[in-house]
């Protein structure tokens, strides 16, 4: 089992920053790709960034060139580097951690999610 916490959430100012933070703990050896999701009242939960093994990223295209992510060598901590935020990147925003192999998620694991709020 993985747990994942995140932190970094709040109320911001279009055009301010944040960072989210998801530390990761148990059976981290297990992961190999780690991911940040969000969802807005009455949407589905989308995709917002991936890491994979090796440093390889992926971004929604609605926040490419605003967000960045990154983690720790050891998939202690995972974080999102929010900029240039908008009122519509109001959600909150949950931790995803995968075990895969050869691209088939054997198992996955989601945080609590934490509410970040962008006032126009």
């Known amino acids: 089992q993985v747990q994942l916490v995140e932190s970094g959430g709040g109320l911001v100012q279009a055009g301010g920053s944040l960072r989210l933070s998801c530390a990761a703990s148990?059976?981290?050896?297990?992961?190999?790709?780690m991911a940040w999701y969000r969802q807005a009242p009455g949407k589905q939960r989308e995709l917002v960034a991936a890491i994979l093994s090796g440093g390889r990223t992926n971004y929604a295209d609605f926040v490419k060139g605003r967000f960045t992510i990154s983690r720790d060598n050891a998939w202690n901590t995972l974080y999102l580097q929010m900029n240039s935020l908008k009122p519509e990147d109001t959600a909150v925003y949950y931790c995803?951690?995968?075990?895969?192999?050869?691209?088939?998620?054997?198992?996955?694991?989601w945080g609590q999610g934490t509410q970040v709020t962008v006032s126009s």
């Open positions: 148990g059976s981290i050896f297990s992961i190999n790709a």
């Open positions: 995803n951690a995968k075990n895969l192999v050869k691209n088939v998620v054997l198992n996955e694991y």
